[in-house]
């Protein structure tokens, strides 16, 4: 099938790429005491691009067979775009084919749901709270990509993610993972989650300052991810969008920072010898030393602005256009004992969607605060919002913690900062 596109679309485009999913998947969500939802789907997918004098079309259908017609509509939808400074697709190129995202023993079937989400309430039971909602899906594909110049790269990956959330009182806890290998363990999501919801019971007030504070892996990504990594954009640079626009060269963050995106990483969220359009990857630095050294570019906004694609086109699924993203992207720095000296602890944060991504300013409600001293957990705090900048605190970095956490296409570790403004409630 994929030839016969690339065959027929090369009858009526200067270029076409291919980009086919076909995979299995099982869920279960567990909702008041009992499981509620239980689901497996076969999912298959095809995406279509095409380009003529430098105007892309695209096309999507969940129903291969219906091919010419996604062809029809990328063509179509090509007359309609706005031509561009246009290079070509990449061509071939020799590349380690083993899959870095795929476990083969992780199967998507109902026997090892049933033993993941069973795993996650076991765990629960470890503190007094409720268990609201678990849930566990486990998937696995098959990814091809193929072109009009040859390129023909096919890899499997897997994906397991889990999540529980808690009640105790008014307070809530959740905790969520997700991988491409059975390392999770499931007992701790659950344990995790009715702590938290059971340690924040009666929290007590805290009066507007400045304090020392400890971001969790969770809560200093939420921020990262929101702010930082968009400003790494080379479209958002060259658009005038971005606050890092002209600051190569420049200290963007405490000297021992360290910021890079690691794609042949062995079970990195995202790692892959190729990005979504075939070009080979490699290690990119954005951050060292504190020191900027790079921005993020795909082949269109390469072409657009006369620079060349980092490897860093990523796609959400066969529809619609690959974009900037990042597949294993890792934060480093000076690994010290941060939970050692009295801080406020940030569990999570809630509202980093609504931080300006310009300035970097933000506020923040913080969830499941409380006070941590000598590694330990301490007597819980009420309620408190968090006012920055992203960009200042990456100045402010007082030391990372040695443990690191996978968080969305980011594995990161916890920070402290001191003498950060919270608004006490």
């Known amino acids: 099938m994929i030839e016969e596109v690339l065959r027929e679309g090369a009858r009526h485009a200067d270029e076409v790429e291919v980009y086919f999913v076909e995979g299995e998947m099982v869920s279960a969500d567990f909702k008041r005491g009992m499981v509620a939802v239980a689901e497996a789907s076969h999912e298959c997918g095809l995406g279509i691009r095409t380009i003529v004098g430098g105007r892309i079309g695209t096309s999507s259908t969940n129903d291969p067979s219906r091919w010419k017609e996604c062809l029809t509509a990328a063509l179509a939808s090509g007359r309609l775009a706005t031509g561009q400074a246009w290079n070509g697709l990449p061509g071939p190129a020799v590349l380690d084919r083993t899959p870095l995202c795929y476990d083969p023993s992780l199967s998507p079937d109902a026997r090892q749901l049933q033993e993941l989400l069973d795993g996650v309430l076991e765990g629960a039971g470890t503190h007094p709270a409720t268990v609201t909602s678990a849930s566990a899906v486990l998937s696995n594909a098959t990814t091809t990509l193929a072109n009009t110049h040859g390129v023909e790269y096919t890899v499997p990956d897997s994906d397991i993610a889990l999540s529980c959330e808690a009640i105790s009182g008014q307070s809530t806890g959740y905790e969520g993972q997700s991988s491409a290998f059975l390392d999770i363990d499931p007992a701790a999501i659950g344990e995790r989650a009715t702590f938290f919801a059971a340690h924040s019971v009666g929290g007590d007030d805290l009066a507007t300052g400045t304090y020392d504070i400890i971001l969790s892996e969770t809560a200093f990504a939420e921020l990262l991810g929101t702010v930082f990594l968009p400003a790494l954009s080379g479209r958002s640079v060259h658009a005038g969008r971005s606050f890092l626009a002209d600051k190569l060269g420049a200290a963007v963050g405490v000297p021992s920072l360290q910021i890079y995106d690691d794609p042949h990483r062995l079970h990195g969220p995202g790692s892959t010898f190729w990005d ?42 066969y529809g619609g256009n690959p974009s900037i993203g990042f597949h294993s992207l890792i934060i480093e720095g000076e690994v010290q004992s941060i939970e050692q000296e009295r ?26 605060p409380c006070w941590m001293e000598n590694g330990e957990f301490g007597a819980p705090i009420r309620k408190a919002m968090l006012a920055g900048n992203v960009f200042s605190m990456l100045h402010e970095i007082a030391g990372v913690s040695g443990h690191v956490r996978t968080v969305g296409s980011m594995i990161v570790p916890s920070i402290r900062l001191n003498t950060q403004h919270l608004i006490g409630t």
Not at 297 to 310: G, H, I, P, Q
Not at 353 to 365: K, R
């Open 276 to 317: 979504d359009e075939g070009v080979p990857t490699s290690r990119l630095d954005f951050v060292r030393d504190g020191i900027l050294r790079s921005y993020a570019y795909d082949l269109r906004t390469a072409y657009r602005y006369k620079a060349t694609s980092t490897g860093s086109a990523v796609r959400g699924g």
């Open 343 to 368: 801080a406020v602890y940030v569990r999570d944060v809630v509202g980093a969607h609504t931080a300006n991504p310009m300035s970097g300013d933000f506020s923040v409600e913080i969830s499941n």
